[in-house]
T-cell receptor, first 112, second 116 residues
Framework: EAGVAQSPRYKIIEKRQSVAFWCNPI?????LYWYQQILGQGPKLLIQ????????DSQLPKDRFSAERLKGVDSTLKIQPAKLEDSAVYLC??????????FGEGSWLTVV | AQKVTQAQTEISVVEKEDVTLDCVYE???????LFWYKQPPSGELVFLIR??????QNEISGRYSWNFQKSTSSFNFTITASQVVDSAVYFC?????????????FGQGTELSVKP
């Protein structure tokens, strides 16, 4: 079974530029998550989708971050404009019914 | 509020030694789930185990074992006869069973280095 796919794996941008990350969850998983992991810390939830509806976006900095999950499958996370403190790994994850969450390899963002 | 604490930031052992990674959690929920994930240098978080709050039985899977004690709010992870391939960052995590289902609260992680 294919895992959670993410792209791009690595991105370097200048501050104030924009960036977008894409995620394809495991087939059939209704719930999709985006987590942010800053170096040396545990991941922190940014947004959670159930099918194409948002369940939790309380920790998403909405002035610069946006995410969508059209058709309840793939998802895109966008940052515009990026700040230096946005340098992190952005992890996409998915889960079926139940509480086990499966993660992708992450998209590594460096803002210079 | 929910919180997970992994007091050990880094652990270094020599191959074949046993090592225990500590995890202490806080929650007001009576129903919750606890997890351990492994994060190798590639970055992917690899699921190791899920335990619900009603099941305090310890679990063993090969060289891995987990000790869940509600009385001390701890969910410790032991690797027996460690190997170089066990080198990674290990995260303990907690999730609510109801409401915002599936939201994981992670600890800071413990970086394990197993030297040959």
């Amino acid at each position: 079974e294919a895992g959670v796919a993410q792209s791009p794996r690595y991105k370097i941008i200048e501050k104030r530029q924009s960036v977008a990350f894409w995620c394809n969850p495991i087939s059939g998983h209704a719930t999709l998550y985006w987590y942010q992991q800053i170096l040396g810390q545990g991941p922190k939830l940014l947004i959670q989708f159930q099918n194409n509806g948002v369940v939790d976006d309380s920790q998403l900095p909405k002035d610069r971050f946006s995410a969508e999950r059209l058709k309840g499958v793939d998802s895109t996370l966008k940052i515009q404009p990026a700040k230096l403190e946005d340098s992190a790994v952005y992890l996409c994850a998915s889960s079926p019914e139940g509480n086990t969450i499966y993660f992708g390899e992450g998209s590594w963002l460096t803002v210079v | 509020a929910q919180k997970v604490t992994q007091a050990q930031t880094e652990i270094s052992v020599v191959e074949k030694e046993d090592v225990t990674l500590d995890c202490v959690y806080e929650t007001r929920d009576t129903t919750y789930y606890l997890f351990w994930y492994k994060q190798p240098p590639s970055g992917e978080l690899v699921f190791l185990i899920r335990r619900n709050s009603f099941d305090e039985q310890n679990e063993i899977s090969g060289r891995y074992s987990w000790n869940f004690q509600k009385s001390t709010s701890s969910f410790n992870f032991t690797i027996t006869a460690s190997q170089v391939v066990d080198s990674a960052v290990y995260f303990c995590a907690l999730s609510e069973a109801w409401g915002r289902r599936g939201k994981l609260i992670f600890g800071q992680g413990t970086e394990l280095s197993v030297k040959p």
